[in-house]
């Protein structure tokens, strides 16, 4: 099962965390999709809004997954994109 599901719908562009067993957890693979997700949201200019969504029926978002702490730190592009993935560029 994918961890980040994507699809255009208009001209949004909406991402979902895909990880409900784990309420939607940020792992550095998912911390590296979202980052991909979102850098393909920006070079797209028939896109106006990006909608990040999570799977299940519990939570959106559990934050980072502690069990993955290490590897979130260290994942390659944290330091431009934040350790999730996502975060706006200063």
């Given at each position: 099962?994918?961890?980040?599901?994507?699809?255009r719908k208009g001209r949004a562009f909406?991402?979902?965390?895909?990880?409900?067993?784990?309420?939607?957890?940020?792992?550095?693979?998912?911390?590296?999709?979202?980052?991909?997700?979102?850098?393909?949201?920006?070079?797209?200019?028939?896109?106006?809004?990006?909608?990040l969504t999570g799977s299940g029926e519990?939570?959106?978002?559990?934050?980072?997954?502690?069990?993955?702490?290490?590897?979130?730190?260290?994942?390659?592009?944290?330091?431009?994109?934040?350790?999730?993935?996502?975060?706006?560029?200063?």
């Open positions: 099962m994918p961890k980040i599901r994507s699809k909406i991402v979902t965390i895909n990880r409900p067993e784990v309420r939607n957890a940020v792992d550095a693979e998912t911390a590296g999709l979202l980052f991909k997700s979102v850098e393909a949201f920006r070079q797209d200019d028939s896109l106006d809004v990006l909608i519990v939570s959106f978002c559990a934050g980072a997954d502690l069990k993955d702490i290490g590897g979130l730190a260290a994942r390659r592009g944290a330091k431009k994109s934040g350790p999730d993935g996502y975060q706006p560029h200063h």
